[in-house]
């Protein structure tokens, strides 16, 4: 999947795995340096605690791999699989000091990720039936924007726009400061004409009137019904009519997903994937040689 992530390269996450052991390890691991010599070996299982979807063992891989290329490590359970108490995702063997360096940061991943993943499955579950698809959005953690987002595709969702240069997206904070959604509309065309035809524009919208106003410019890729309820939602689809996409948006929880999903939109965006998402529970636990 790495390949077919455009966020994901092997130079961006190698500076991810750096700066985070600048971070946690610093001038060394005092614990390990204490307790365990230079020359110890051992063995570890990663050990899953709860249910859900695993996400982050590619990752895993990397990060054993950059802490110490002579890391052997046994993968067990593929991204994407769905994972219950007791299973063994992994077994890692090598330098002890090795493994206890990495240890952490791949939990810390793999716990988040696997969260992500497992939330996002039971939204995408929740659209069962019809055309909806599940986006994420960037409400996401600073620096670890990636991996979440990579999450959601392992649990089965779509990812947004990465950040804010890939697409035009007209918030209502842009709508107002730009004087009214069909000025902004046509001042965002302009500049896409002129920039990158190939951005989409997403406008936000807050009522009807607000709709009919975007679909008057014949401009928006997609329109996003921000906050409305679903009699509101249903109108606004028919008075789209499929000429545009339609997203969902504001406050939807996992019960409401289906009553959207049957209104008829295209997407349905929910922040919660990356800033709501229970962790899942994951140990690394030595193995006695």
Same mark, same amino acid.
């Given at each position: 999947?790495?390949? *077919?992530?455009?966020?994901? *390269?092997?130079?961006?996450?190698?500076?991810?795995i750096q700066t985070a052991f600048a971070e946690d390890v610093g001038i060394g691991d005092q614990s390990s340096l204490a307790v365990i010599?230079? *020359?110890? !070996?051992?063995k570890a299982q990663l050990i899953v605690k709860s249910e859900g979807i695993l996400a982050g063992m590619e990752l895993a891989k990397i990060i054993f791999a950059q802490t110490d290329p002579h890391l052997q490590v046994e993968v067990l359970i593929q991204d994407g699989s769905e994972v219950r108490y007791g299973d063994i995702g992994l077994r890692v063997t090598g330098k002890a000091?090795?493994?206890?360096?990495?240890?952490?940061? !791949?939990l810390n991943c793999m716990q988040r990720m696997s969260g992500i993943a497992t939330y996002t499955n039971q939204a995408v579950k929740a659209t069962a039936g019809t055309k909806t698809k599940i986006w994420d959005t960037r409400k996401t953690t600073?620096?670890?924007?990636?991996f979440e987002k990579?999450? !959601?595709?392992?649990?089965? /969702?779509?990812?947004?726009?990465f950040g804010l240069f890939d697409?035009?997206?007209?918030?209502?904070?842009h709508v107002d400061y730009a004087g009214g959604i069909e000025k902004a509309l046509r001042m965002a065309d302009e500049y896409r004409k002129k920039t990158n035809p190939a951005l989409w524009i997403d406008v936000e919208t807050r009522n009807l009137e607000e709709?009919?106003?975007a679909l008057r410019t014949e401009i928006p890729n997609v329109i996003m019904l921000d906050n409305m309820d679903t009699d509101m939602m249903q109108k606004a689809? @028919?008075? =789209? /009519?499929? %000429?545009? %996409? =339609? @997203?969902? *948006? /504001?406050?939807?929880?996992?019960?409401?997903?289906?009553k959207v999903a049957v209104c008829g939109v295209d997407y349905i965006s929910l922040g919660a994937l990356t800033h709501s998402a229970k962790i899942m529970d994951i140990s690394l636990k030595a193995v006695l040689l």
């Open positions: 999947m790495i390949d *077919s992530l455009k966020y994901l *390269s092997a130079e961006k996450i190698r500076h991810f010599p230079a *020359s110890a !070996v051992g000091r090795a493994i206890l360096q990495a240890e952490r940061l !791949v600073p620096n670890f924007r990636m990579w999450a !959601v595709k392992i649990g089965g /969702g779509e990812n947004h726009r697409m035009i997206m007209l918030k209502d904070n709709v009919a106003q689809v @028919e008075m =789209v /009519g499929g %000429k545009c %996409k =339609v @997203e969902a *948006s /504001g406050g939807i929880t996992l019960a409401d997903i289906p």
